[in-house]
């Protein structure tokens, strides 16, 4: 709840089919433009602050376990055609796993009412200073041209 009042934060939406939850991660986006970093940033700046924080996984059509010359499934290399990712779009995935998922470690869950409070106070200070961020992370992209 305390999350959905971040700018720029959005909280994924809960399915309502499966009754038991996990916290072994917990999943949020954010909008680069409001942050002024990508996720991979951000998750670097959590983790400066004490909060354990990822990116996530790739989208799933860059694994190889779904490329038929590196798949040693039956399915892929008995429907290669099915697996031409590169004509395929997905751009949904791409985003989301490129550019905006963060992460959040169960450890932060753990920590109970004040694990929370902690990553809520630390996304509120990133936010605070995003333009100052957003600057840094440009110079550091720079300097490794």
């Known amino acids: 709840e305390a999350l959905s009042e971040i ?3 959005r909280v994924l939406r809960r399915d309502p089919r499966p009754t038991p939850r996990s916290f072994y991660q917990y999943v ?7 942050f002024g970093v990508e996720h991979d940033v951000l998750c670097a700046t959590l ?26 499934l039956a399915v892929p290399n008995a429907f290669p055609e099915r697996f031409d990712f590169s004509k395929m779009s997905f751009p949904e995935a791409e985003r989301a796993c490129e550019h905006e998922a963060v992460w959040l470690d169960e450890a932060s869950f753990r920590a109970g009412p004040r694990g929370v409070d902690d990553v809520v106070a630390a996304l509120k200070k990133i936010q605070k200073n995003s333009p100052e961020l957003a600057q840094a992370a440009q110079a550091r992209k720079s300097k490794n041209k």
């Open 47 to 72: 983790q400066a602050e004490g909060v354990i924080a990822e990116v996530g996984y790739e989208a799933m059509h860059h694994y190889s376990l779904f490329q038929p010359r590196n798949s040693k």
């Open 7 to 9: 700018p720029g934060l």
């Open 28 to 34: 949020f986006v954010i909008d680069p433009s409001v």
